[in-house]
């Protein structure tokens, strides 16, 4: 803040008036007390001679003296010397001055010219010299007075004469002067100074004042330009500042008077005070400026606020001093008040502001906390030099201000960089986003066009499907009531069934299709909703009952009637309530109830199952997704029901909410809108949908063969299979009478199984020959039947097909690492399938012959006896060839225990019986029996070709307590007797 000062005054105590405002004048010796006349002022040096304490001065009386009065002895008594003065100056009185000079330079001949200077308290100043002739010659200045009525004018503003002082000659002058100003009376400051020295100190000042605003000028050009090319108000404002700091440094400095004089204020040079107002515009512009430069709205809102109040309280302030000002006639000490006040004001709050600025930490803060403080140290040394020093001087001042607008003018150009930096990053990240939308567009219009070409699939595809669909169903209602034979009809109706369900699904893709393209039809009838719901709920209760889960109907009203499309509401409850019943174990319920509230149709869903985990519930109504309590559900799903039950709901105005817990169960809430508007239908709607019949018929439940009608010696296979309608299809291939196999002959013993659990626990009980294992069931699925089954002891002997949907590579290949003896994909052949299951069971018989020969050759289990015949062979796993090392190793140990049998072998392998039957069965094609008999006979071979133990020795050594067994045995093994082996 460049505020400088002009004019002197004498207000004790309020040094920082004198500073701010300029006092020029500066610090006078003290006044001599001397009661007589001063002597001559005896001019000696060429500097500045202060003259005040060799000044008499007069009062002027009412009728007031003339020059020819003034120099008669009697009025020269009167006057008396300025220090020895009675009376105080007053405003509005016209006092006569006289001072005597003496020129006693050296090179007084050279310096005869001189400049006196008076205060510039007084208003009009007139001066009498002695002439040559004797006679006095006048001049007039002061503050009031026109430029154009003064003789001697090296600067418009001032009150200066010029004077000749002959060499060593006194010279006595004499000056009238008075003060207009109301409250600023004379104070009779003089001083003389030699003509040059008086230019030279001009020209020097009026450089240095010239330098000073060139500078200014030149910074508050640039940020003009830089506002109107960034259009930031921070240049506007700091232009602003820098405008009325080169004002108000003109004005002091007398630069502006010497410019404008002779246009503006020409006869009232007094007005020029008017421009001191620049320092009510340049603080307020300088707190515009911090304010705006710190975005002190966003970094200190109170402060901004308090900022704000400081600026709007600038030209009230400065009303009162133009009031002021013509008040008491420009007199400065008064007029200067309010100036003041605000000053000292913006001053103080700039200081306290420096703490909670700093404490933001923000980069731009520091450069106003340097400049606050530069502008301070300014002032602190003007008022040192005020004090101290005998010349008063705002040089620091102005080079403080200097400091203080290149700190700010280095913080602009921070703050423009940043700006700049950020407006890079905004235009780079606008760019960057603005990629992004034209990739995200690109992408929505791929994926738009991806659904519409998927709709347009889906629906091309269904109405091709719905072709051969509707002949395969056509000649099947023909062929079955042709049909007489009632298992030939059992196997139309398996046709039947499948072939409705493939409707069905078919249909709920067309839906789906039509409900994207909003083309779906939603035919509108009145009627009782809670009678077609009963209706519903009573298709389904042969389904609930043969899962044994109770299905229940309940309400609050007797009726419910409303506008409803029975066909879509169907769809609807059909859906929840087939899922119900599906995610429900045995003995657990499922409950419809239907409610209105409020004009709203509420249809809930209640069921005991297992729940469905939290995370899921967002993504339940998403096409194609399946919650991952699959595992719980009595038979598999498509994904798209719950789907299209939502689209549906959403298509009549209407929404489908859920609520589940894990472990206790689920509720589905569809609400639709009650409305009366179409013809009332007093018959229930039939349930004649397309499909939905299959749906909702009972299908049959296989059990395993009867084990008495059961042929023993047919291989045992063992079906696990959640579809009841595949179960059907696959006896049939595998030629069982419970399915019309009669007529192609029975091949095999069939068990059967309904999920994978249920499979692995059968398998482990029952061991049977071959398995044959759908891959998606729920509870576990067939990778976790294999995983299981090939790494137990008991069963990884056991051949498994893989029956899967899953035809990729990848899902082949799984089941492949994990032990599957082959993968069938559906839908499969039943030839491929019968061809399948005959070479694994070759492949079975191939190995027993193995085993055998390893145990009648005595050749350690794992080596080949035969490289030429084993290479045709399937290599044994590691558990096949342990489990018989192991069985090999009890009978070894036991072979002299005559009661070594069967109750002893299940304890030594801790497994059962049957268990132990058909693994030894199935790996030796011999009982345990005659496994463990091979062995001791084989041993006691061994034994007579080898040592010299008698026949009996050795048949008690294996086991036998009578030698006739034991020969007995030994000829239907080896087809000779004991002693010919020894020949």
């Given at each position: 803040?460049?505020?400088?000062?002009?004019?002197?005054?004498?207000?004790?105590?309020?040094?920082?008036?004198?500073?701010?405002?300029?006092?020029?004048?500066?610090?006078?010796?003290p006044?001599?007390?001397?009661?007589?006349?001063?002597?001559?002022?005896?001019?000696?040096?060429?500097?500045?001679?202060?003259?005040?304490?060799?000044?008499?001065?007069l009062?002027?009386?009412?009728?007031?003296?003339?020059?020819?009065?003034?120099?008669?002895?009697?009025?020269?008594?009167?006057?008396?010397?300025?220090?020895?003065?009675?009376?105080?100056?007053?405003?509005?009185?016209v006092?006569?001055?006289?001072?005597?000079?003496?020129?006693?330079?050296?090179?007084?001949?050279?310096?005869?010219?001189?400049?006196?200077?008076?205060?510039?308290?007084?208003?009009?100043?007139?001066?009498?010299?002695?002439?040559e002739?004797?006679?006095?010659?006048?001049?007039?200045?002061?503050?009031?007075?026109?430029?154009h009525?003064?003789?001697f004018?090296?600067?418009?503003?001032?009150?200066?004469?010029?004077?000749?002082?002959?060499?060593?000659?006194?010279?006595?002058?004499?000056?009238?002067?008075?003060?207009?100003?109301?409250?600023?009376?004379?104070?009779?400051?003089?001083?003389?100074?030699?003509?040059?020295?008086?230019?030279?100190?001009?020209?020097?000042?009026?450089?240095?004042?010239?330098?000073?605003?060139?500078?200014?000028?030149?910074?508050?050009?640039?940020?003009?330009?830089?506002?109107?090319?960034?259009?930031?108000?921070?240049?506007?404002?700091?232009?602003?500042?820098?405008?009325?700091?080169?004002?108000?440094?003109?004005?002091?400095?007398?630069?502006?008077?010497?410019?404008?004089?002779?246009?503006?204020?020409?006869?009232?040079?007094?007005?020029?005070?008017?421009?001191?107002?620049?320092?009510?515009?340049?603080?307020?512009?300088?707190?515009?400026?911090?304010?705006?430069?710190?975005?002190?709205?966003?970094?200190?809102?109170?402060?901004?606020?308090?900022?704000?109040?400081?600026?709007?309280?600038?030209?009230?302030?400065?009303?009162?001093?133009?009031?002021?000002?013509?008040r008491?006639?420009?007199?400065?000490?008064?007029?200067?008040?309010?100036?003041?006040?605000?000053?000292?004001?913006?001053?103080?709050?700039?200081?306290?502001?420096?703490?909670?600025?700093?404490?933001?930490?923000d980069?731009?803060?520091?450069?106003?906390?340097?400049?606050?403080?530069?502008?301070?140290?300014?002032?602190?040394?003007t008022?040192?030099?005020?004090?101290?020093?005998?010349?008063?001087?705002?040089?620091?001042?102005?080079?403080?201000?200097?400091?203080?607008?290149?700190?700010?003018?280095?913080?602009l150009?921070?703050?423009?960089?940043?700006?700049?930096?950020?407006?890079?990053?905004?235009?780079?990240?606008?760019?960057?986003?603005?990629?992004?939308?034209?990739?995200?567009?690109?992408?929505?219009?791929?994926?738009?066009?991806?659904?519409d070409?998927?709709?347009?699939?889906?629906?091309?595809?269904?109405?091709?499907?719905?072709?051969?669909?509707?002949?395969?169903?056509?000649?099947?209602?023909?062929?079955?009531?042709?049909?007489?034979?009632?298992?030939?009809?059992?196997?139309?109706?398996?046709?039947?069934?499948?072939?409705?369900?493939?409707?069905?699904?078919?249909?709920?893709?067309?839906?789906?299709?039509?409900?994207?393209?909003?083309?779906?039809?939603?035919?509108?009838?009145?009627?009782?909703?809670?009678?077609?719901?009963?209706?519903?709920?009573?298709?389904?209760?042969?389904?609930?009952?043969?899962?044994?889960?109770?299905?229940?109907?309940?309400?609050?009203?007797?009726?419910?009637v409303?506008?409803?499309?029975?066909?879509?509401?169907?769809?609807?409850?059909?859906?929840?309530?087939?899922?119900?019943?599906?995610?429900?174990?045995?003995?657990?319920?499922?409950?419809?109830?239907?409610?209105?509230?409020?004009?709203?149709?509420?249809?809930?869903?209640?069921?005991?199952?297992?729940?469905?985990p939290?995370?899921?519930?967002?993504?339940?109504?998403?096409?194609?997704?399946?919650?991952?309590?699959?595992?719980?559900?009595?038979?598999?799903?498509t994904?798209?029901?719950?789907?299209?039950?939502?689209?549906?709901?959403?298509?009549?105005?209407?929404?489908?909410?859920?609520?589940?817990?894990?472990?206790?169960?689920?509720?589905?809430?569809?609400?639709?809108?009650?409305?009366?508007?179409?013809?009332?239908?007093?018959?229930?709607?039939?349930?004649?949908?397309?499909?939905?019949?299959?749906?909702?018929?009972?299908?049959?439940?296989?059990?395993?063969?009867?084990?008495?009608?059961?042929?023993t010696?047919?291989?045992?296979?063992?079906?696990?299979?959640?579809?009841?309608?595949?179960?059907?299809?696959?006896?049939?291939?595998?030629?069982?009478?419970?399915?019309?196999?009669?007529?192609?002959?029975?091949?095999?013993?069939?068990?059967?199984?309904?999920?994978?659990?249920?499979?692995?626990?059968?398998?482990?009980?029952?061991?049977?020959?071959?398995?044959?294992?759908?891959?998606?069931?729920?509870?576990?699925?067939?990778?976790?039947?294999?995983g299981?089954?090939?790494?137990?002891?008991?069963?990884?002997?056991i051949?498994?097909?893989?029956?899967?949907?899953?035809?990729?590579?990848?899902?082949?290949?799984?089941?492949?690492?994990?032990?599957?003896?082959?993968?069938?994909?559906?839908?499969?052949?039943?030839e491929?399938?019968?061809?399948?299951?005959?070479?694994?069971?070759?492949?079975?018989?191939?190995?027993?012959?193995?085993?055998?020969?390893?145990?009648?050759?005595?050749?350690?289990?794992?080596?080949?006896?035969?490289?030429?015949?084993s290479?045709?062979?399937?290599?044994?796993?590691?558990?096949?060839?342990?489990?018989?090392?192991?069985?090999?190793?009890?009978?070894?140990?036991?072979?002299?225990?005559?009661?070594?049998?069967?109750?002893?072998?299940?304890?030594?392998?801790?497994?059962?019986?049957?268990?132990?039957?058909r693994?030894?069965?199935?790996?030796?094609?011999?009982?345990?029996?005659?496994?463990?008999?091979?062995?001791?006979?084989?041993?006691g071979?061994?034994?007579?070709?080898?040592?010299?133990?008698?026949?009996?020795?050795?048949?008690?050594e294996?086991?036998?307590?009578?030698?006739?067994?034991?020969?007995?045995?030994?000829?239907?093994?080896?087809?000779?007797?004991?002693?010919?082996?020894?020949?």
């Amino acid at each position: 803040m460049a505020i400088l000062g002009k004019n002197t005054h004498h207000l004790p105590g309020i040094v920082l008036l004198a500073l701010l405002l300029g006092c020029n004048t500066p610090s006078s010796p003290p006044l001599a007390t001397d009661t007589s006349s001063p002597p001559p002022c005896i001019l000696s040096s060429p500097g500045s001679h202060v003259i005040r304490e060799y000044l008499q001065i007069l009062p002027d009386p009412d009728t007031g003296y003339t020059i020819g009065e003034i120099v008669q002895e009697e009025v020269q008594d009167l006057f008396v010397a300025f220090s020895n003065k009675t009376f105080e100056p007053q405003s509005h009185q016209v006092y006569w001055g006289k001072i005597q000079l003496q020129n006693r330079l050296p090179d007084a001949e050279t310096h005869h010219e001189w400049v006196l200077n008076l205060s510039s308290t007084f208003t009009q100043v007139t001066l009498f010299t002695p002439a040559e002739n004797g006679t006095w010659t006048s001049a007039v200045n002061g503050s009031f007075v026109p430029p154009h009525l003064k003789k001697f004018t090296p600067t418009k503003s001032g009150i200066w004469f010029k004077l000749i002082l002959p060499p060593q000659e006194v010279v006595t002058l004499y000056f009238r002067g008075e003060s207009e100003r109301s409250a600023l009376p004379p104070t009779f400051y003089a001083y003389v100074q030699p003509l040059s020295v008086f230019y030279d100190k001009l020209v020097a000042d009026k450089m240095w004042n010239a330098l000073f605003a060139g500078f200014l000028l030149m910074i508050l050009l640039y940020n003009l330009i830089k506002f109107f090319i960034v259009k930031d108000r921070s240049y506007i404002y700091y232009a602003g500042y820098l405008l009325m700091v080169a004002v108000y440094t003109a004005y002091i400095s007398d630069d502006l008077e010497d410019w404008l004089g002779d246009l503006a204020f020409s006869e009232h040079p007094a007005f020029f005070s008017f421009f001191k107002s620049s320092i009510y515009l340049g603080l307020m512009c300088w707190l515009a400026f911090i304010s705006s430069f710190l975005d002190l709205k966003r970094l200190l809102p109170r402060w901004d606020r308090y900022f704000r109040f400081l600026i709007w309280l600038g030209p009230p302030l400065l009303g009162v001093f133009i009031f002021l000002a013509f008040r008491y006639h420009f007199s400065y000490v008064i007029d200067d008040r309010p100036t003041l006040f605000y000053i000292a004001l913006v001053t103080l709050s700039g200081v306290v502001f420096v703490y909670p600025l700093y404490r933001t930490k923000d980069p731009k803060g520091y450069f106003i906390t340097a400049g606050i403080a530069v502008i301070c140290l300014g002032f602190l040394l003007t008022l040192f030099s005020r004090i101290y020093q005998t010349t008063y001087t705002v040089d620091y001042l102005k080079v403080c201000t200097a400091a203080e607008i290149m700190i700010f003018s280095m913080g602009l150009a921070y703050r423009q960089k940043k700006q700049v930096e950020e407006k890079q990053q905004a235009d780079f990240a606008l760019r960057e986003s603005q990629l992004l939308r034209e990739e995200q567009q690109v992408e929505t219009l791929r994926l738009r066009e991806m659904d519409d070409f998927k709709s347009r699939f889906f629906t091309n595809i269904t109405h091709e499907f719905r072709t051969p669909l509707t002949v395969i169903l056509g000649m099947e209602e023909q062929l079955r009531k042709a049909e007489k034979d009632a298992q030939k009809k059992g196997m139309l109706g398996l046709i039947k069934r499948n072939g409705e369900s493939l409707l069905r699904l078919i249909n709920q893709l067309l839906d789906l299709a039509k409900l994207e393209s909003n083309t779906l039809k939603i035919n509108y009838i009145q009627g009782d909703v809670l009678a077609y719901l009963k209706y519903i709920a009573e298709s389904l209760h042969s389904l609930a009952n043969a899962q044994n889960v109770m299905l229940r109907v309940e309400s609050d009203q007797p009726y419910i009637v409303m506008d409803y499309d029975p066909e879509r509401f169907l769809q609807i409850v059909h859906n929840l309530l087939s899922n119900a019943i599906k995610f429900t174990p045995s003995g657990g319920k499922v409950m419809l109830r239907a409610d209105v509230h409020d004009h709203w149709l509420h249809v809930s869903v209640t069921d005991s199952g297992a729940g469905i985990p939290a995370e899921e519930l967002p993504h339940l109504f998403e096409r194609f997704f399946q919650a991952r309590n699959q595992e719980h559900a009595k038979a598999g799903g498509t994904g798209i029901g719950l789907s299209l039950a939502n689209e549906l709901a959403k298509a009549m105005g209407g929404d489908i909410f859920v609520e589940s817990e894990v472990g206790v169960g689920s509720t589905f809430l569809v609400k639709l809108p009650v409305t009366n508007t179409s013809a009332f239908t007093e018959k229930t709607p039939p349930l004649e949908p397309e499909g939905w019949a299959s749906s909702t018929a009972t299908l049959p439940v296989r059990t395993a063969s009867d084990p008495q009608d059961a042929d023993t010696s047919l291989p045992q296979i063992l079906l696990i299979e959640d579809n009841p309608d595949v179960v059907e299809y696959l006896t049939a291939c595998l030629g069982s009478p419970l399915l019309g196999g009669e007529g192609l002959g029975v091949r095999y013993r069939l068990d059967f199984a309904y999920n994978g659990e249920a499979g692995i626990e059968h398998a482990l009980e029952n061991v049977p020959d071959l398995i044959v294992s759908d891959v998606m069931m729920p509870i576990k699925d067939g990778f976790e039947v294999l995983g299981t089954l090939k790494n137990e002891e008991r069963t990884s002997h056991i051949p498994i097909i893989l029956l899967t949907a899953k035809a990729d590579v990848q899902s082949r290949l799984s089941g492949l690492r994990q032990g599957a003896d082959a993968y069938l994909a559906k839908p499969f052949n039943q030839e491929e399938l019968l061809v399948t299951v005959s070479n694994l069971l070759e492949l079975r018989k191939k190995l027993q012959a193995r085993y055998s020969k390893l145990v009648i050759g005595n050749l350690d289990i794992g080596k080949q006896p035969d490289e030429d015949a084993s290479s045709l062979l399937p290599h044994p796993s590691s558990l096949e060839d342990a489990f018989l090392q192991k069985l090999r190793s009890v009978v070894e140990a036991n072979l002299s225990d005559i009661d070594f049998e069967m109750p002893q072998l299940e304890r030594a392998l801790a497994m059962s019986r049957s268990q132990i039957y058909r693994k030894v069965k199935a790996l030796t094609g011999k009982s345990p029996s005659l496994f463990i008999r091979s062995i001791r006979l084989h041993h006691g071979r061994h034994l007579l070709q080898t040592t010299d133990l008698t026949v009996s020795e050795i048949a008690y050594e294996v086991g036998y307590s009578a030698l006739n067994n034991f020969s007995d045995a030994f000829l239907e093994e080896f087809g000779e007797r004991p002693g010919k082996v020894r020949g």
